[in-house]
Every structure is written in structure tokens, then in C-alpha cells.
Antibody, heavy 122, light 107 residues
Framework: EVQLVESGGGLVQPGRSLRLSCAAS????????MHWVRQAPGKGLEWVSG????????GYADSVKGRFTISRDNAKNSLYLQMNSLRAEDTALYYC???????????????WGQGILVTVSS | DIQMTQSPSSLSASVGDRVTITCRAS??????LAWYQQKPGKVPKLLIY???TLQSGVPSRFSGSGSGTDFTLTISSLQPEDVATYYC?????????FGQGTRLEIK
């Protein structure tokens, strides 16, 4: 059974940093691209960032480019999102999502974690 | 970036009704279109990809069609458990873009 478990969220002040983690199990992690998708309270889905199976291709939404960094450790079956210079508008439920493909070029999400809440507020 | 526009934003229908949701891309995306279902308080679930291919385990009352810029999600006979928000998503290239969602309720 595929499982994606996010951690590292919480309340943080504007301008500060936070690191999200996603622990994956139930599939061969290094065969697939992985992504972060977020959902602000009461709003729709917004893709944040994606990374190919070997970290060779990485992409970011314009809204987080230059502030967020995605990475993965295939030996630990883990995905990460380093979030710097956080803003109030980054407040959202952050989902870790598995791609149906190994590459980052056709992002399609077949499994999602339960999500972790990030609240940016003073 | 390509924009995805769904209509309607919300709709209310009766059990057994045929329901159709549309999604329009601002540029052609061939058939690189997926539909997700998000039930209240739950995680999004992939329903359909490649515009018309049902993900494993999805009931056959769900179907998708379209190519290029115009796509539809159809529920042939609405069931109470179909209450959810439905999102389309294009994946012909990064960045992937979601529609704004269609909230479906039972009348």
C-alpha cells in the first residue's frame, strides 16, 4: 500500500523558514517523480514544486521560485521542501504527491499524502 | 502559462441525474488532462487521466471526454457519495495547472 506521510508543518512568523518532509513507503521511491501541492484554507489546489526521480529535473511555481527548494533522498525514501522567507499567503495545507511517471515533464499525481498545515502569521 | 477554467463553479443535482462539468484550456493540450475528486475534508483522488482513461477502482458512472482545449467530466447517474469538489488539471508540460474547482452538491 502506498503511503505518503508529511511532517514539519506548524505556525511560523513571516520571514522565517520551515522544512517539510514526506516519508514514502509501499512503492519503489526512486522510480517516480514527486511533487508538493498546496491548498489554502477554503481554496483550490496549487502545484508548488516537482522533482524527477534522480533530481535531474526540478521546477517551481512562480509564487515560490527563489524562496522554496525541493529535494529528495532516495536512500531514505524521503522528499523535502525547504521554505524560506515565508509569507502570509503561503499559509496552506501542503500535500506530498507521487507522480505516475519517473520524469518531471508530464506531472500527474496518483497518490497524495494527508497533508500538513503551514500557518504563517505573527 | 496555460490557464484552466472550469464551469460551473458549483452545481446542485438530484440523485440519479446526469451531471456534466466542463474544463477549458487557454491553449491546446492534446489529451493531457486529468480530473480529481476531493470529498469534504479528504485528500484529492485521481479519477481520470489522458482525458478519458479511468483510474483503477473508479466507478464506471464517471467518464471523461475531449481533446485540445475543451473537456468534460460526466457522471451518468449521480450518487450521494459523489458529493465533492472536482478539479481538472493539465499535464502536457510543467508547470501543471489546476482549474478552480466545481463544487457538486445533492439537491
Amino acid at each position: 500500500e502506498v503511503q505518503l506521510v508529511e511532517s514539519g508543518g506548524g505556525l511560523v512568523q513571516p520571514g522565517r523558514s520551515l522544512r517539510l518532509s514526506c516519508a514514502a513507503s509501499g512503492f519503489t521511491f526512486d522510480d517516480y517523480a514527486m511533487h508538493w501541492v498546496r491548498q489554502a484554507p477554503g481554496k483550490g489546489l496549487e502545484w508548488v514544486s516537482g522533482i524527477s526521480w534522480n533530481s535531474g529535473s526540478i521546477g517551481y511555481a512562480d509564487s515560490v521560485k527563489g524562496r522554496f527548494t525541493i529535494s529528495r533522498d532516495n536512500a531514505k525514501n524521503s522528499l523535502y521542501l525547504q521554505m524560506n522567507s515565508l509569507r502570509a499567503e503561503d499559509t496552506a495545507l501542503y500535500y506530498c504527491a507521487k507522480d505516475i511517471n519517473s520524469g518531471y515533464d508530464w506531472p500527474l499525481f496518483d497518490y497524495w499524502g494527508q497533508g500538513i498545515l503551514v500557518t504563517v502569521s505573527s | 502559462d496555460i490557464q484552466m477554467t472550469q464551469s460551473p463553479s458549483s452545481l446542485s443535482a438530484s440523485v440519479g441525474d446526469r451531471v456534466t462539468i466542463t474544463c477549458r484550456a487557454s491553449q491546446g493540450i492534446s489529451n493531457y488532462l486529468a480530473w480529481y475528486q476531493q470529498k469534504p475534508g479528504k485528500v484529492p483522488k485521481l479519477l481520470i487521466y489522458a482525458a478519458s482513461t479511468l483510474q483503477s477502482g473508479v466507478p464506471s458512472r464517471f467518464s471523461g471526454s475531449g481533446s485540445g482545449t475543451d473537456f468534460t467530466l460526466t457522471i451518468s447517474s449521480l450518487q450521494p457519495e459523489d458529493v465533492a469538489t472536482y478539479y481538472c488539471q493539465k499535464y502536457n508540460s510543467a508547470p501543471p495547472t489546476f482549474g478552480q474547482g466545481t463544487r457538486l452538491e445533492i439537491k
